[in-house]
């Protein structure tokens, strides 16, 4: 049965990082996290509706009542937490603010805690605010890829360590933390005074029936110092467009959110605000059909992979996202054997873990096969 996402779309290198990488090469880009698919029917029209209105004025987030109840709404139907619109912050990025929340919660010479492999933004955060990088190793336990929580405990315990920036759905290894492990963490913050900044932008694309994603300010233990970072970007495709939203509870928190923020992050973009709303109201069935078709891709990928030699892969619980394990092609430079055989993943050592590569798989299954191709020996 053919479905909307095999739908091949020429996208502009001119107006695409992804796509731009590669130009004039003969290798498929499957390294930036954005979607090689069109967004829902709702937000192509809540666009073309705008555009066709001619005016791109200024619309203060903290005015867009429309855009908060669809925040609300979207959060009680994919977490089953209803949350007082008070609580939310509208941002133009969750990059933004991780570093707002930096400059709020932290001073020059402190420690931030951060896992590895991570999200370069993260990884690197500490660098554009004089902070010391604490970092905790994702192990392997039983039940995949895991936080070290005696190296979490111990850095956490350190007199100078004021926060920490967790990645949940982990990137690049698709991992979602249990409800039981985030109040293990929480526990770990509590005890040590640690403002929690997780960033959770992929929290609605989870790819396992019975994997359940639980938000960082659902936590009772964790609402009076919590800042979690969510965005429709990565959901519905709509990176591009500048915006996303925290959650911040504790009001105290949440006035020295915002007071970093003046000045230095600029209102979230009006388009971005209006694709949102639409997204989360009207895009719930095109939503439910990604998730199956990223899932079929994800397994389709799993199953190829563990038949190329050198190369071995986890099944990811979440994301559009394939963390590659290429330490057994013996390279001298593991991008250089992909990018030679005509696919351009992110190269491990961006997230801290030489010897791997991420791989996107969030194209129609057409493009997924041809890159399959190309690493067949």
């Not at 190793?137 to 100078?160: I, M, T, Y």
């Not at 919590?226 to 105290?252: D, H």
């Amino acid at each position: 049965m053919t479905s909307v996402f095999d739908t091949r779309i020429e996208r502009d290198p001119k107006h695409s990082m992804k796509w731009k990488r590669y130009d004039g090469r003969d290798i498929i880009p499957c390294w930036v996290a954005d979607m090689d698919f069109a967004v829902p029917a709702s937000v192509q029209e809540a666009m073309m509706d705008f555009n066709q209105h001619g005016v791109y004025g200024y619309l203060n987030p903290e005015d867009y009542e429309e855009g908060r109840a669809a925040i609300v709404d979207w959060l009680e139907y994919r977490h089953g937490c209803r949350i007082p619109e008070e609580w939310i912050v509208w941002m133009p990025g969750v990059v933004p603010g991780f570093n707002i929340a930096c400059r709020a919660f932290t001073e020059a010479g402190e420690g931030i805690v951060v896992q590895t492999p991570n999200y370069p933004p993260i990884l690197n955060v500490h660098k554009n605010h004089q902070l010391e990088s604490l970092t905790v190793p994702v192990v392997q336990d039983e039940h995949g890829p895991a936080l070290d929580f005696e190296r979490l405990s111990q850095q956490a315990a350190s007199k100078h360590c004021k926060m920490m920036i967790l990645c949940n759905p982990m990137n690049p290894n698709g991992k979602v933390l249990s409800k039981e492990s985030l109040q293990q963490l929480a526990d770990i913050c509590e005890k040590n005074d640690l403002v929690l900044v997780s960033d959770e932008i992929h929290c609605d694309l989870i790819l396992e029936p019975d994997v359940q994603h639980t938000p960082a300010f659902s936590l009772d233990s964790l609402q009076e110092c919590s800042v979690t970072l969510m965005s429709a970007a990565k959901t519905f495709n709509i990176a591009g467009l500048g915006v996303s939203f925290g959650i911040i509870p504790n009001a105290r928190l949440r006035r020295r959110f915002l007071q970093a923020a003046n000045g230095l992050a600029p209102w979230a973009n009006v388009l971005g605000l209006l694709a949102t709303t639409a997204a989360f109201n009207g895009g719930r069935e095109w939503h439910a059909e990604l998730i199956n078709y990223l899932r079929v891709n994800r397994d389709y990928l799993f199953d190829a992979v563990g038949q190329l030699p050198g190369l071995s892969m986890q099944k990811s619980e979440a994301t559009f996202l394939a963390w590659l394990d290429a330490r057994g092609l013996n390279a001298d430079n593991n991008q250089q054997w992909f990018e030679e055989r005509g696919v351009g993943p992110s190269p491990g050592v961006d997230f801290g873990a030489a010897g791997f590569a991420r791989i996107n798989f969030a194209c129609p299954k057409s493009q997924l096969e041809r890159i399959v191709e190309r690493l067949q020996p």
